[in-house]
């Protein structure tokens, strides 16, 4: 089952700047798991920003540490922020490295998940896990580690490549939708 939450930013506020974090949706987040993960024939609980084969996530402009870039010639890719619980609520494996853990929160290292697809994109031949890309569209951004490398999923049409995907962690930058 899945469904949509749309946490009202005058009660749930954001940091107003990158990567604009809020307190409030991330409590807001665990105790809503914790609620639905307690009720009868719940087997798994995970939050995301995009579900699989939906079409619903953004794109994000980024670049790849050491390898310059001119600006506007950014590379872009579909970006979705889940919870901890997303890869294994949809049983989606992972290919290397690690998925999201309790440790990655506001103040630890910033930290993302790829696909497979990204990883053969962007780093061809390479084992991604270990290296770090920033977001583009503020000069303030940090630079955040690649952990793991998640199977591919479909985003729009089951029947077309997989794309490449980064995952963030919503406990670092949560999304209030």
Same mark, same amino acid.
């Given at each position: 089952?899945? !469904?949509?939450?749309?946490?009202?930013?005058?009660?749930?506020?954001?940091? #107003?700047?990158?990567?604009?974090?809020?307190?409030?949706?991330?409590?807001?987040?665990?105790?809503?798991?914790? &609620?639905?993960?307690?009720?009868?024939?719940?087997?798994?609980?995970?939050?995301?920003?995009?579900?699989?084969?939906?079409?619903?996530?953004?794109?994000?402009?980024?670049?790849?540490?050491? &390898?310059?870039?001119?600006?506007?010639?950014?590379?872009?890719?579909?970006?979705?922020?889940?919870?901890?619980?997303?890869?294994?609520?949809?049983?989606?494996? $992972?290919?290397?490295?690690?998925?999201?853990?309790?440790?990655?929160?506001?103040?630890?290292?910033?930290?993302?998940?790829?696909?497979?697809? !990204?990883? #053969?994109?962007?780093?061809?031949?390479?084992?991604?896990?270990? #290296?770090?890309? &920033? !977001?583009?569209?503020?000069?303030?951004?940090?630079? $955040?580690?690649?952990?793991?490398?998640?199977?591919?999923?479909?985003?729009?049409?089951?029947?077309?490549?997989?794309?490449?995907?980064?995952?963030?962690?919503?406990?670092?930058?949560?999304?209030?939708?």
């Amino acid at each position: 089952m899945t !469904f949509s939450v749309n946490l009202p930013d005058s009660s749930y506020p954001s940091d #107003k700047t990158p990567p604009y974090y809020s307190a409030a949706a991330v409590r807001f987040d665990h105790e809503f798991t914790q &609620r639905l993960r307690s009720l009868p024939g719940v087997l798994d609980v995970g939050q995301t920003s995009g579900i699989p084969a939906s079409g619903g996530s953004g794109t994000i402009r980024f670049v790849v540490e050491g &390898r310059p870039t001119a600006t506007g010639q950014e590379d872009e890719c579909q970006i979705i922020t889940v919870s901890t619980g997303y890869f294994s609520s949809l049983k989606i494996p $992972l290919a290397d490295g690690r998925f999201f853990n309790a440790r990655d929160v506001q103040g630890a290292p910033d930290v993302v998940v790829v696909s497979r697809a !990204f990883a #053969k994109a962007y780093f061809p031949g390479e084992n991604p896990v270990g #290296k770090r890309i &920033r !977001f583009t569209y503020s000069a303030q951004n940090p630079f $955040l580690q690649i952990v793991g490398v998640a199977a591919d999923t479909a985003s729009i049409d089951l029947a077309a490549p997989p794309p490449p995907i980064i995952y963030t962690p919503n406990d670092q930058g949560p999304s209030t939708y």
